[in-house]
């Protein structure tokens, strides 16, 4: 069902574009860099190695030692300043949003948005600040064809991602606790890394082709990020294994409602929430399937956030973009289209998984040798998949993201009764 929406005037429509085109470039400027400086940063510790100059797998856990690093031409530094720049990219994401939203005039919007980068600022510098340890120098092995294999795993992993509105750290745990033996604390670093690459490389292409809502990702952005940081804080507390089985548990009973819905194209008697119109969030995308623009309402707002926390809490905990949780708060509960909710979930986790990125970088947990092939695969991935959603109706999407959902639980019921 295609709904009528009052049609904004030119001038309006060419601001909110203008919006659109700058957040997604600043993301694919992001990508591009930290891509360009990642894979300097490789080839020049290979080439360091042929040359007879013996290295080290040390790396540096914060900003100053990488600063140190590279005035020392480490290659480990390089590599390490690759990854903080592909970190750094939704948090500049953020910053770029509110400038976009005072061009659009929007004092709502530029507050919750002065909001959300406050949020991470706070982990990143506050929380992750003291969290430092001892660089580490856990590493598979350095051998270049680890390296490419990880990457080609990767990808696969960005690309079911960019679809299904997921991290991938769903695939990228497995493989690298399973097939290379990577410590779980490293293989969760490499995870958040993963969540930050899928947002970004996909996010930049639904952004740019008007199916992501902004508004709804930014507000919604306020419960992740403030979630996502109680969870790292509290992943030291807690017994993870219980917290597997329990989410795992919920994410089985959770996805009951949209398996019930599976061959729905759009939401049907659908009415907009108090909330959703005052926070300006129903909206209209580009389907490019149908040659369309499909408007669409938004309702249950203040579960659809809650839920949000939720999924940000997770994110923290355990180390995973969350998506399948994201995905299901905005399909289930808010009642958008599955397009709208993936893009959108893709548009937020990179968000959700900076706010406790800086935790796990400074606790020495990202290891940019295992790090890098992982982001650079995924980012690759995710561009694919965002190619690839635009030529899927609803119902095959929903389609794909089931089988996501009961293998994320699946997964996580498995490791929390140690299976994997």
Known sequence: ????????????????RKTELLISGVLRGGV??????????????????????????????????????????????????????LLATPVIRVAVSIVAFGVEK?????????????????????????????????????SL???????????????????????????????????????????IGASIVSVIATSSGAAAAYVRDRMTNLRVGMFLEIATTT??????????????????????IILLVSAIPLVLRLGEELPRNVRND????RLKL????????????????????????????VAGLISGLLGIGSGTFKVLAMDTAMRLPMKVSTTTS??????????????????????????????????AGSMLGAKTLKRLSNVHLKKVFVPMILLVALSMLARGLGWL
């Open 32 to 85: 591009l860099l930290s891509v360009g400086v990642i894979l300097a940063g490789v080839l020049y510790y290979y080439a360091l190695g042929l040359l007879g100059h013996t290295q080290t797998l040390s790396f540096p856990d914060s900003l100053s030692g990488t600063l140190s690093g590279l005035k020392a031409a480490q290659p480990m530094a390089i590599v390490t300043a690759g990854l903080l720049i």
């Open 227 to 248: 979630g996502a940081v109680c969870g790292a804080l509290l992943s030291s507390m807690l017994d993870s294994t219980v917290l597997f089985v329990v989410f795992g």
């Open 145 to 187: 064809a680890v390296l490419l294999v990880i990457a080609a795993s990767s990808l696969f992993a960005g690309f079911v991602g960019a679809l299904a509105g997921l991290g991938g750290g769903v695939f990228i745990v497995p493989i690298l606790t399973l097939l290379f033996h990577v410590p779980f604390a490293s293989a």
């Open 106 to 142: 929007d004092r709502h919007y530029v507050l919750i948005t002065i909001i959300v980068l406050a949020i991470l600022l706070l982990s990143i510098f506050g929380v992750g600040a003291g969290m430092a340890r001892p660089a580490q120098t856990i590493m598979p092995g350095d």
């Open 1 to 16: 069902m295609i709904h009528d929406m009052p049609a904004r005037s030119e001038a309006d429509d060419a601001i909110v």
């Open 346 to 379: 893709n548009f937020m986790i990179g968000v959700t998984a900076a706010a406790s990125a800086g935790i796990f970088f400074q606790r020495g947990d990202i290891d940019p040798m295992i790090a890098a092939p992982v982001a650079l695969g995924v980012l």
């Open 274 to 277: 108090p909330w959703a119109v």
């Open 282 to 309: 129903p909206g209209t995308y580009s389907d490019q399937r149908t040659g369309q623009d499909i408007a669409y309402q938004v309702a249950h707002v203040p579960a659809g956030f809650g839920m949000m926390y």
